[in-house]
């Protein structure tokens, strides 16, 4: 466990101190301007899929169908995952302040909400965000191991997605490849993370309050 937090310490480390620069800045001058205006609309399209009211809605409606199964270890799990992510991924924004490419300002605007806020380049969040969300569906939907075609059709639709989305913020210029990778080192680790101490300490409680069956 305590590797995945060294390796996305060594890795921000590397990006502040600009040991990514020469590479950031290459990506960014080959695809600026050079994207077709179909494919911009596609790519608009698949990142929107981890925006942050998007989230919220997504978020909602897994925490729903959770609860209509019955699983309340796994909301825990899920509200527990998502909100160290976001809270993270803000703290890391804030932290280093890493101006985004062509000198864009954004603010964090979440209806109304942090308008004034600064939404600093790394990590990116929209990386973090989209490999949490679906991580997590591909955890949840592949528990018990089932090979049938569904289960495989909806696995790559879940691996595929936060790509997509991570090569999306590359393209549109919003980020730098090195923030959408860090944003992936930061939503793999908290998603591993997560899973095991949802595995040791929930499954463990659970198993403590099964009744013992006599005879």
């Known amino acids: 466990m305590v590797g995945y937090v060294l390796v996305v310490m060594f890795y921000s480390l590397l990006v502040i101190k600009g040991g990514m620069d020469k590479i950031d800045q290459w990506v960014y001058e080959s695809v600026v301007g050079q994207m077709h205006p179909l494919f911009e609309k596609v790519f608009i399209a698949i990142t929107f899929l981890a925006d942050t009211k998007m989230l919220a809605v997504f978020s909602v409606v897994t925490v729903i169908a959770l609860w209509m199964r019955k699983n309340y270890k796994w909301i825990i799990f899920y509200i527990f995952m998502m909100s160290s992510g976001v809270f993270l991924t803000l703290l890391l924004k804030l932290t280093i302040q890493r101006d985004r490419p062509g000198g864009e300002v ?3 605007e979440f209806w109304g909400i942090g308008g004034e806020l600064i939404s600093y380049s790394y990590p990116s969040g929209h990386a973090v ?7 997590f569906w591909f955890f949840y939907l592949n528990r018990k191991q089932s090979e049938n075609l569904f289960n495989r059709i909806t696995s790559i639709y879940l691996i595929t997605c936060p790509i997509l989305i991570g090569i999306g913020q590359v393209l549109l210029t919003r980020h730098y490849l090195s923030d959408v990778i860090g944003g992936f080192l930061i939503g793999i680790s908290l998603l591993v993370l997560s899973r095991k101490l ?3 300490k929930l499954m463990k409680y659970s198993l403590k309050l099964q009744p013992v069956r006599r005879g």
């Open 106 to 108: 954004d603010y964090v």
């Open 129 to 135: 965000k989209s490999l949490l969300l679906f991580g």
């Open 198 to 200: 949802f595995e040791q």
